[in-house]
């Protein structure tokens, strides 16, 4: 018999919104403007789902330098610059939301991103007031993923256990909290590839948002 969870945890950025490609492109400009060059690709490779303070902390202890109190915000800043005109859903998501409210199945979002971030990425694609009341951010938990904090405390909002959540994510640091939260981890592999997901142990990946549902139980 098909497994269906009692509630879904979307990562928001490569999960609902294609946006770490833009996100991920001024990274990799804002370090190499710091002496550590790299592509965009490269970029998302080695930061794909990680914390963008959380970054600035690695790469000022790799380079020895400080990157400033204002270079986080800066580069928010100009990723939602271009957010407002070029960001878009990932394809297949909003039959996915609306396949998991036929069924009666709650799902919110879960992210290392702060919550000013989500309120631009989904505002301008039509998801926040979708979500609005279920958005949340690695800022009100004590660590990021890859810790499962931020898991643990979605699924105590709904009162659910974390055995009977899903949680769909695209980076290895996602799944990796996921599973520390003892939930079955879907992973979409559309741009990172199913290995890294697999290694890092989820349940099962997919390359197409169409087929979540069906790996859902939800027909």
């Not at 991920?24 to 794909?48: H, Q, V, W």
């Not at 990932?90 to 939301?97: A, M, S, T, W």
């Not at 919550?115 to 007031?129: I, P």
Request: glycine share 10%.
């Amino acid at each position: 018999m098909a497994w269906t969870p009692a509630l879904v945890i979307f990562d928001c950025d490569g999960v609902l919104v294609d946006s770490e490609p833009i996100a991920n492109r001024l990274i990799a400009e804002a370090l190499s403007k710091a002496g550590l060059p790299m592509s965009g690709d490269e970029a998302l490779e080695r930061y794909r789902g990680g914390k963008l303070t959380r970054i600035k902390l690695r790469v000022e202890e790799d380079l020895g330098i400080d990157l400033g109190e204002h270079w986080v915000d800066d580069i928010y800043q100009r990723q939602f610059d271009i957010f407002r005109r070029e960001l878009q859903l990932i394809p297949g998501i909003l039959d996915v939301l609306d396949a998991l409210d036929r069924a009666g199945v709650p799902y919110c979002v879960g992210s290392n991103g702060p919550l000013y971030k989500m309120r631009v990425s989904l505002g301008v694609t039509g998801l926040y007031e979708r979500l609005e009341s279920r958005i949340f951010s690695a800022d009100m938990v004590p660590e990021p993923k890859p810790a499962p904090d931020l898991f643990l405390h979605a699924a105590a909002a709904f009162d659910i256990p974390p055995e009977d959540v899903a949680v769909v994510e695209d980076s290895a640091p996602g799944v990796t909290a996921g599973v520390a939260a003892g939930m079955r981890v879907f992973g979409y592999a559309h741009d990172s590839g199913e290995a890294p997901l697999v290694q890092a142990g989820a349940t099962a990946t997919f390359l197409r948002m169409p087929a979540l549902p069906g790996l859902l139980g939800l027909g």
